[in-house]
């Protein structure tokens, strides 16, 4: 080789190398930093504490015992060199001074249409044997927020099959409606008919906090296999641990906001919003937070419209989420804090009523107490018209229901209650829906126009005759017995009695 060549070798050579040393050193410094692990300290309950690793909140740490036994826990808050873990599993086995080794960042879930007919855990694992979840995508449990000026407008009512619903709380795509209810009322199978009926592409069901049992009963009998086919269900019960349920909640969100930007219309329902707060709160007073209102420390009340949030429409050209949360008022507490802050942050609420269950009828949707705040901007007049005269006159026969039921009320008095009493048995029938029968947006429209077919819009209304028992104003008293004195001077053969009976109430 003469000289020339090997110096042009040589220099090829150098260069190939600084090149390799190059992309090595490239790729060191793009490695993550090695992880710098502690050790266990202290665990009371559910709270772990660890000292001398390095982890940010949300982080998974994976806590090794000296038998080689894993416990996997994720940091939920720090003070000072201090960590404050929470289990994401079973903590059985867990000893003092146990290693604490910092994994990757928690919440990163495979999904895909493959989902569809699947019941996972809050983890995102299968519960039902059928095998590994097949999905090229992953999706954070956090999400992510959409600027609320890009959203969509609700402008469509979405059919979810329940008569009532469709017709006197219309829902619409991207509206998220709170259904609030006491234990035992009916809102699983509400529920159940609306994922079964529903016309959304997608269903994706949140079982949270709730028992074991139901989980299954749910999937198995009111879900059903034609609900199934399209559903997802997340099922985090009552006796996982508290970040499993929140984590459960999270995940159905991403899985519906995951078929919402492939531009499908998902329904989301969330059983129940309560549990989740309670989660929240569980986490919180554990790792030392104080408590706020009942009991709850301030955090639950930022999570709870953090998750509502993520709900509803996408931006324009993607698709929408529809939510439903149910909330637990016991005992009819309107004071609990849950079901306030629930009120403030969603569009509506559907009220099922123990009182209406207790009388047999179901769906026992408390229509007076229910409110959709986007209905009237999404249905047409006549349908908004038909609306208000089915609960004014609910609310007419209501506010008289005792003096009806005992007698006092006399027919002829005031055609308004009249009208009321004629319609009460084809409103109760209108109210009532059997679990195995669907009823759509336009025929539920439809019966509703049916049923005021026969009587005037608005009958004239004179005066309320009441039993003289009934509290009155004074002035309202004397013209009664005035109008008595004069109705027996000028029809002498009529029951007098019965004429001073009649009071006028000004309205
Ligand atoms: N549409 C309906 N038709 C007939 N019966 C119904 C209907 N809805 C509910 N029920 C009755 O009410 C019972 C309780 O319903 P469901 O389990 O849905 O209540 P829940 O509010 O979910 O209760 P929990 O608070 O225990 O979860 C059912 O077992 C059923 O007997
Ligand atoms: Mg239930």
């Not at 509400?190 to 009963?217: H, N």
Request: some cysteine; overall charge positive.
């Amino acid at each position: 080789m003469s000289g020339s060549a090997t110096q042009k070798f040589r220099a090829e050579r150098a260069l190939g190398w600084r090149e390799r040393m190059a992309r090595q050193v490239k790729r060191a410094v793009a490695l993550p930093p090695p992880p710098v692990e502690g050790a266990l300290t202290r665990m009371v309950g559910l709270t772990l504490e660890a000292s001398g690793c390095q982890a940010a909140v949300g982080d998974v740490c994976d806590l090794l015992n000296g038998d080689g036994s894993k416990v996997e826990a994720e940091v939920v808050g720090f003070a000072g060199d201090k960590l404050y873990l929470m289990p994401t599993g079973e903590v059985h086995g867990l000893a003092p001074a146990a290693r604490v080794v910092p994994r990757q960042r928690a919440g990163s879930v495979r999904v895909g249409p493959g989902l569809l007919g699947r019941v996972i855990d809050g983890n995102g694992t299968p519960l039902d044997g059928l095998g590994p979840i097949q999905g090229e995508d992953r999706v954070k449990l956090l999400g992510r927020s959409i600027n609320p000026l890009a959203r969509h407008p609700i402008d469509t009512p979405l059919d979810v099959g329940v008569r009532s619903i469709n017709s006197l709380l219309t829902v619409g795509r991207g509206q998220r409606i709170g259904l609030f209810a006491g234990s035992g009322v009916g809102k699983s199978v509400l529920l159940g008919m609306m994922a079964r009926y529903t016309s959304a592409d997608v269903i994706v069901v949140g079982l949270i906090g709730e028992r074991g049992r139901e989980v299954k009963e749910f999937v198995e009998r009111i879900l059903g296999p034609e609900g199934r086919r399209r559903s997802v269900v997340v099922a985090s019960p009552a006796d996982n641990p508290p970040l499993i349920r929140l984590h459960g909640a999270w995940l159905a969100t991403s899985i519906a906001e995951y078929f919402r930007e492939r531009g499908l219309s998902v329904l989301l329902i969330m059983d129940s919003l309560t549990r989740f707060a309670q989660a929240q709160r569980e986490i919180g007073l554990a790792i030392g937070e104080a408590p706020a209102t009942k009991g709850y420390p301030p955090s639950v009340f930022a999570r709870l419209p953090a998750l509502v949030e993520r709900a509803g429409n996408g931006a324009k050209g993607k698709g929408s989420i529809t939510a439903f949360y149910t909330v637990l008022t016991e005992g009819d507490d309107q004071q609990d804090p849950i079901a306030d802050s629930a009120r403030a942050i969603l569009d509506g609420h559907v009220v099922l009523s123990r009182r209406i269950a207790e009388a047999g009828q179901y769906p026992a949707v408390d229509v007076e107490a229910s409110v959709s705040r986007v209905m009237q901007e999404i249905i047409p007049p006549e349908h908004a018209e038909l609306a208000r005269r089915f609960r004014q006159t609910l609310s007419i026969y209501q506010q008289n229901r005792d003096l009806i039921s005992i007698g006092a009320y006399q027919r002829g008095s005031d055609p308004r209650i009249d009208q009321a009493i004629d319609l009460w048995p084809a409103m109760q029938k209108f109210l009532m829906q059997p679990i195995d029968k669907r009823v759509g947006h336009a025929e539920a429209v439809n019966e509703l126009r049916q049923l005021f077919a026969a009587s005037p819009a608005d009958p004239r209304h004179e005066t309320i005759r009441t039993s003289r028992h009934r509290p009155a104003g004074r002035r309202a008293y004397r013209k009664g017995t005035r109008r008595a004195r004069r109705a027996r001077r000028e029809a002498p053969g009529r029951d007098a009695a019965e004429a001073g009976r009649a009071r006028e109430i000004p309205q």
